[in-house]
């Protein structure tokens, strides 16, 4: 995109992209509108919506694919999805938590409390920066061990947020899995429902026809008040709408 060319390759502080201001109510409906029409004149189901020809304001809002090497910019530098996460001590930084013990490495046999250790980091984060600021009122040149404190703090209790990762995508993926199982028994459930119902109108109907033949009655033009009630209400259970 033109947007992506025009962003500074890294900032301290770096303003949000400019396409943020495309994202109204307004433009949402639009898209919304544009997406339905698009889909009532049957176009291939292989083209996706960032393929469909949309204005140059509703562009931005059809999120973009995912990159195919695995790799993406953020804050102006190149990550990969792929890259498996380095030890702290690999990158000489302190670990503040235990390593795995020598030949246990295997996470089924041993087991970091990561919870733990990071209400630590917290809790010790908190009481470095109002150190630092007790500090800078003080002498402020004595501001550098402070940092290196917190600093250190902070890549600890990234390295373990970052360990939760592959937990945090396979629980999401047993939540999707459990709400498309849900919406399925749903409907399942709604199909035996109107199948009950069909079937016992059905019945009544048979019923109704054989004791007409039993009785010998000859068949009129004119149908019963009673079979025409049923036949309305068969039409009534197969125009309910399923969840």
Known sequence: MAWEQQQPLAAAFPAPPPFYKQF?????????????GSSTTQIPA???????????????????????DGKFRSFGGELDVNEPLVPLKERDLVQLFPSPPLGRAVESEWTLDRAS???????????????????????????????????????????????????QARETLILMMEEQLARKEAEVEGINRIRDKLEEVLAGLGADGNNSIRSGDRMDMDVPQGSKDKSQKLWQIMDEDLP
């Open 24 to 36: 109204t109510t307004k433009n949402i409906a639009r898209l919304k509108e544009v997406q339905h």
């Open 46 to 68: 292989e083209i996706e919506d960032r393929e469909i020809d949309l204005p140059a304001d509703l562009q931005c809002l059809v999120p973009p694919e995912p990159p195919s």
């Open 117 to 167: 250790y990071l209400k630590k980091f917290a809790k010790s984060i908190l009481l470095n920066f109002l150190e630092l600021v007790g500090t800078l009122a003080v002498d402020p040149t004595q501001f550098a061990p402070k940092i290196e404190h917190l600093n250190r703090l902070f890549y600890n209790s990234h390295y373990l947020i970052n360990e939760y990762r592959p937990h």
